[in-house]
């Protein structure tokens, strides 16, 4: 059996683009696996479709922590508790601190909504649609402690089209982040794995 790289996805919310890391990984030539998913909301409807799918997933209720740090310590321990080696924010809607990003160095991929460098923060679509842009987009990153700022792995273009509003314009991006999140998940994965081997 040909080792895969052992994933786990953070989520706040719906879930769709963990859906579709979950069914990329389903291929079994994928060089990732999705073994855990860990939300900060236990109503987050993603972990109803995690399960669904058969993967691990549980809630770690932010507001059961007095602070970011012991939050951020439980997060940690489930992540490596479960021997997970490459993490992908799918809609985690938490800010990481710098200790954290530091300890998973590399190791941390998000999708944005927007075309980064452009548009980073909230409410990406509406502040598109404000500025009049012909174009948007979405972006898998390597996280880094500055916010939405990391090393780009992958991108996608789509047309603002006349008479979009933000939830078709959020519609027709989203199609993008489930084809594209996929795909750099297995660049990377495969690039870490690869670093893995000895030369001969
Ligand atoms: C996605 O559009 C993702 O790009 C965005 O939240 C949505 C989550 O949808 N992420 C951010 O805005 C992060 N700053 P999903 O839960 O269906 O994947």
Excluded at 7 to 19: A, E, Q
Excluded at 43 to 63: E, F, H, P, Q, S
Excluded at 109 to 123: C, D, Q, V
Excluded at 147 to 172: K, N, Y
Aim: with cysteine.
């Amino acid at each position: 059996m040909t080792r895969r790289l052992r994933t786990g996805v953070l989520i706040s919310g719906r879930g769709s683009n963990m859906s579709a890391l979950i069914e990329a990984a389903g291929r079994p030539d994928f060089a990732a696996e999705i073994v855990l998913v860990l939300s900060d909301w236990p109503d987050a409807a993603g972990l109803v479709a995690a399960r669904a799918a058969g993967v691990t997933a549980k809630a770690i209720d932010y507001r059961c922590f007095s602070a970011r740090e012991a939050f951020e310590t439980e997060l940690h321990g489930q992540l490596a508790g479960a021997g997970i080696e490459l993490v992908c924010l799918a809609g985690f809607m938490r800010i990481l601190s710098p200790k954290l990003v530091e300890r998973w160095s590399g190791r941390i991929l998000n999708i944005h909504p927007s075309l980064l460098p452009e548009l980073r923060g909230l409410h990406t679509h509406e502040r598109a649609l404000a500025e009049g842009r012909r174009e948007h987009g979405c972006t898998v990153h390597f996280v880094s402690a500055e916010l939405d700022a990391g090393p780009i792995v992958a991108q996608a273009r789509v047309p603002v089209l006349p008479g979009d509003d933000a939830d078709t314009l959020a519609s027709r991006v989203l199609h993008e982040e489930h084809r594209i999140y996929p795909l750099a998940l297995e660049a990377v994965a495969r690039k870490l794995l690869a670093a893995e081997r000895p030369a001969i």
